[in-house]
């Protein structure tokens, strides 16, 4: 299963448990601009670079979450493992979802 397929199955059990208060995802990425606000063609970064995981929201007690999708041999890059042990310290939910079941004490 691709992560993306991965990340799609996640995002509808999240959506569907009781024990969700709402989930959602901060894109990020690049891309080159295309309104009149400047020169068509400039490129410009949006989001949330360091710090976005794949879903990310809060629990229906208000506790946040949030939750970085990978296949089962994909590995976590050096933000990415940064961020989740910051916001664990926090006290924020972290968690690597390889799978659906990893998800399931959550939901
Ligand atoms: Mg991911």
């Known amino acids: 299963m691709t992560e993306a397929a991965l990340q799609k199955q996640i995002l509808e059990a999240l959506r569907l448990s009781p024990k969700i208060g709402g ?3 901060i894109n990020t990425g690049g891309r080159t601009r295309r309104t009149n606000l400047a020169p068509t063609g400039t490129p410009e970064i949006f989001g ?11 629990t229906h007690k208000g506790q946040a979450f949030w939750i970085e999708v990978k296949t089962p041999k994909g590995k976590l890059n050096a933000d990415q493992a940064a961020f989740l042990e910051h916001a664990a310290s926090t006290g924020c939910i972290t968690l690597v979802a390889r799978s659906l079941e990893d998800i399931q004490w959550l939901i």
Do not use: N, P
């Not at 949330?48 to 809060?58: E, F, K, P, Q």
């Open 23 to 25: 989930v959602q995802r």
């Open 48 to 58: 949330w670079m360091a710090i976005s995981r794949d879903w990310s929201g809060t």
